[in-house]
C-alpha cells in the first residue's frame, strides 16, 4: 500500500519506486514512465499519466475515473479507492446478472425473491434489451403478446392489458417498465454500465466483475443475460462515415421521432426488421430503395387489436395455456385453432389456410410436418405463387422469391403489407445479390456505374448473433483460461446453460440451447428457473461451485450436431449457425430438437443431485 501512495506522490520524478517484483520502472522516451508487466511486457500509463499496477497474478490495475488508483489487496482482491482516498473493498454479492432484458429482468426478481444481494449492469441507458434498442418504425413482437410475455405472476399476467396481438415496441418497452416497478426492481440495476471483465478466482469460488465504468464487483454466481439479438453487426461499407446524410440502425434506433417525410431513403437488408420498417417508411419517403441480398419468406401478421372476447379467453386459461405452450416444440400454445377441419384438406387448402391464420400460426396448417422437405417444396413454391398474385410487376415479384433456401430452414418473417409495399410508385427494389455495394458516397449509393441519390440511409444488417454480447466480454474461469480461446473453433456448452471450466458462471437462451427456435420468453423463463434452483441447492447443501463435466459438454454437443443433421431447419444459411457473419465458423449454434424436449434434457441434468452431469466443489 505504501508504495502505491508513494509512487501517485512521485508522479512527476524522474524514477519510481521499484515493483514489489524488484522490476525498476524504465523512463520512456518522452519521459513518460512505462512499466514491465511480470511477464516483460511493457504496458502505457493512463493517459491521465496515472500508472497502472500490477496486482500479484500480472493483471493491470486501472486508474478510476477520478485519476485515484486501485490498490493490490494481500490476498490478491482488489481494494477501491473513494473520492477522498479510504479504502474500501469492492461490493461483494451474490449474484451479478449482465442485461436488463425480458432475461436479465426474470433473473433478478427470481434471485431477489429468493433473498439473495443481486444487481444488474446494463449497457443501455434504459431497461429493456431488444425492446429498448430496436425502436425502429414498425418494430413488433411476432409471437402474439399474450403468449410473448411473462408467466412467473399470475397477478401480473392477469392485471396487464395487451392493446394489440402482436405489441409494438413502446408497449413491450412499457410492459418491461411496469414489471420493473411492480416487482421493485429498479434500485437494484446499474444502467449505462457495460461489463468489460470477468474474471474468477479459484481459491475462493467468486468472480470479479469490471465494468467500462470501473465498478469492481465481487459475485459468487455470475449469469450472461446478454441477448442472443444485442450487438449489431458491423456495415463495413466503404464510405459509409463520409455520407452527409443521416445514418440510422434498426437496432440502435433514436429515441427521438425520425421523420422521413420529403426524404429520399434507402435502406439496406431485408431481414426481421428490414420487412418490419420497409412498409412503414414507404408510407412517409419520397422514395425508398430497398437493397436485398437476401429475400426471406415473409407470411402475413394479420395484425389487430385485443378484443375482450379473446382477452377474457386467455386470462380465464392462463396456467394450462403456459403449461401447454411448455409442452410444444417451440414455445408457442396454438390449441385454440380448430385443426379438426383441416384434416381432410390437400396441401393447397391448407396452404391457405396457414396464410389467413397467418403469423406463427400459419405451421398449424402443416403441423408435424414441416421437417419434411417435400412439404417444405410444396410450401416454398405457394408462397413464390402469392408473391407473383400480389407484386404486379413480374420482374420485382422474381426478384423477391427466396432462392438459398426453403421455408422452415430459417425462421420466416412475419408482418404486414410487405410484399404489397412493392406495388408503390415510390419505392424501388434493388437486387445486390450478385454485385456489392461499391460504396456510399457523401450524397447516395453507388453500384457499379450506378448511383442512388438519397437523403437518409437505413442499415437492416442484422446481429452478431447468439455469441456477439459474450464475446465481447473478457471472460477467464479456471486456470485463466478464457471463453474466447475455448471457443475459438466454436461456442461449447452443455445445454446452453453452463461451460466447462467456468464455474457458477450461467448463460441463459446461450448457444446450444433452442434458442430463438419460437417464443423466447417461456425459454428464458426456463433457463431462469433452472438456474435459479440450482443456486438454491448449492447454498443449502454448502457447494462452493458447479460446472458442467467436459464429458458431458461434448455430449451434448454431439447431440446437438446430431440432431441437426436429422432436420431440414439446419440446413439454412442463417445468422443461427453464424453462417451471416464472415469470419465466424459455420457451425451449429442452437439445439432444434425442440422446446419441450430441450427442457426435458434441462430436468435430466439436474436429477440426481447434479451428479451425473457436474463437478461440484464443497467448501473445505
Ligand atoms: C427486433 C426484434 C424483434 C424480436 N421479436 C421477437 C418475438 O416476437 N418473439 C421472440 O420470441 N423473440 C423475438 N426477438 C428476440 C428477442 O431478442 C428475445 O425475445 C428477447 O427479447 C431477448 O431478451 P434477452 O434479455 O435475452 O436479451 P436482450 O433483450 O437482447 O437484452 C440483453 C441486454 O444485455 C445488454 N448487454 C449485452 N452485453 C452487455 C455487457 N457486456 N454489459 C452490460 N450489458 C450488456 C444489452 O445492452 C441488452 O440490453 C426479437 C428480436 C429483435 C431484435
Given at each position: ?13 524522474v ?13 520512456d522516451?518522452n ?21 497502472h ?80 434498442w ?78 467500462n465504468?470501473?465498478d ?14 444485442s450487438?449489431p ?77 379473446y ?65 417444405s ?9 402469392k ?78 448473433a ?50 430463438d ?10 433457463n ?11 447454498k ?5 461451485s ?75
Amino acid at each position: 500500500m505504501a508504495n502505491i501512495m508513494n509512487m501517485k506522490k512521485d508522479m512527476k520524478c524522474v524514477e519510481h519506486l521499484p515493483n514489489t517484483n524488484g522490476v525498476k520502472h524504465v523512463p520512456d522516451t518522452n519521459g513518460v514512465e512505462r512499466v514491465p508487466n511480470t511477464n516483460g511486457v511493457e504496458h502505457a500509463p493512463y493517459t491521465n499519466g496515472v500508472e497502472h499496477v500490477l496486482i500479484t497474478n500480472g493483471v493491470e490495475h486501472v486508474p478510476n475515473t477520478n485519476g485515484v488508483e486501485h490498490a493490490p489487496y494481500t490476498n490478491g482482491v482488489e481494494h477501491v479507492l473513494n473520492t477522498n482516498g479510504v479504502e474500501h473493498l469492492p461490493e461483494t454479492i451474490d449474484a451479478l446478472v449482465v442485461g436488463a432484458g425480458f432475461a436479465g429482468l426474470a433473473m433478478l426478481h427470481a434471485l431477489r425473491e429468493r433473498g439473495y444481494s443481486a444487481k444488474i449492469f446494463e449497457a443501455g441507458h434504459e431497461i429493456g434489451g431488444t425492446w429498448h434498442w430496436n425502436r425502429y418504425p414498425g418494430a413488433r413482437c411476432d409471437v402474439e403478446s399474450m403468449q410473448y410475455s411473462y408467466s412467473f405472476s399470475d397477478e401480473l399476467q392477469q392485471q396487464w392489458h395487451w392493446s394489440e396481438r402482436f405489441a409494438k415496441q413502446p408497449e413491450i418497452l412499457r410492459y418491461l417498465n411496469h414489471v420493473v416497478d411492480k416487482f421493485d426492481l429498479r434500485k437494484h440495476i446499474q444502467l449505462e454500465t457495460r461489463v468489460t471483465s470477468v474474471i474468477y478466482d479459484e481459491d475462493r469460488s467468486q468472480w470479479a466483475i469490471t465494468t467500462n465504468r470501473d465498478d469492481h464487483i465481487i459475485a459468487k454466481f455470475c449469469i450472461m443475460a446478454t441477448g442472443c439479438l444485442s450487438i449489431p453487426k458491423d456495415p463495413n461499407i466503404k464510405g459509409l462515415d463520409q455520407f452527409k446524410g443521416n445514418v440510422y440502425s434498426t437496432s440502435h434506433w433514436p429515441a427521438d421521432d425520425v421523420s422521413f417525410i420529403d426524404r429520399r431513403v434507402a435502406i439496406i437488408g431485408t431481414g426481421a426488421s428490414g420487412v418490419q420498417c420497409i412498409p412503414m417508411i414507404a408510407k412517409q419517403a419520397t422514395h425508398l430503395y430497398v437493397f436485398q441480398r437476401t429475400p426471406n419468406f415473409v407470411i402475413p401478421a394479420n395484425y389487430e387489436p385485443v378484443d375482450s372476447e379473446y382477452e377474457d379467453d386467455w386470462k380465464s386459461n392462463y396456467t394450462q395455456r403456459r403449461r401447454q405452450s411448455l409442452e410444444s416444440p417451440a414455445g408457442i400454445f396454438f390449441g385454440y385453432v380448430n385443426d379438426s377441419s383441416i384434416a381432410t384438406m390437400t396441401d393447397a387448402e391448407r396452404f391457405e389456410e396457414g396464410w389467413k391464420r397467418g403469423g406463427f400460426s400459419f405451421y398449424t396448417a402443416f403441423q408435424g410436418r414441416l421437417n419434411d422437405k417435400a412439404i417444405s417444396e410444396i410450401i416454398s413454391k405457394l408462397i413464390c405463387d402469392k408473391i407473383r398474385k400480389t407484386v404486379k410487376d413480374p420482374a420485382v415479384a422474381e426478384t423477391l422469391f427466396p432462392y438459398d433456401h426453403l421455408f422452415g430452414t430459417k425462421r420466416p418473417c412475419v408482418t404486414s403489407q410487405y410484399y404489397e409495399t412493392f406495388n408503390r410508385d415510390n419505392v424501388t427494389l434493388v437486387d445486390i445479390r450478385n454485385k456489392n455495394i461499391d460504396e456510399i458516397t457523401p450524397t447516395g449509393i453507388q453500384i457499379e456505374d450506378k448511383h442512388y441519390d438519397v437523403d437518409d440511409i437505413v442499415l437492416a444488417i442484422g446481429f452478431d448473433a447468439i455469441t456477439g454480447a459474450i464475446f465481447n466480454i473478457d471472460i477467464h474461469g479456471r486456470s485463466g483460461q478464457t471463453l474466447r480461446d475455448k471457443w475459438t473453433i466454436r461456442p461449447r456448452t452443455l445445454l446452453g446453460l453452463m461451460m466447462a471450466h467456468f464455474p457458477n458462471l450461467f448463460t441463459i437462451t446461450g448457444p446450444g440451447s433452442p434458442v430463438d427456435l419460437g417464443n423466447m420468453i417461456p425459454h428464458i423463463e426456463e433457463n431462469v428457473k433452472w438456474i435459479i434452483n440450482c443456486i438454491d441447492y448449492l447454498k443449502m447443501h454448502n457447494i462452493d461451485s458447479i460446472e458442467p463435466t467436459v464429458n458431458a459438454q461434448n455430449a451434448w454437443m454431439d447431440h446437438v450436431d446430431m440432431v441437426a443433421g436429422q432436420i431440414l431447419c439446419s440446413t439454412g444459411n442463417s445468422w443461427y449457425n453464424g453462417s451471416s457473419l464472415s469470419g465466424k465458423t459455420n457451425c451449429v449454434m442452437r439445439y432444434a430438437g425442440g422446446f419441450n424436449n430441450y427442457l426435458k434434457m434441462c430436468e435430466n441434468a439436474a436429477m440426481h443431485d447434479y451428479a451425473q452431469f457436474f463437478v461440484l466443489k464443497r467448501s473445505p
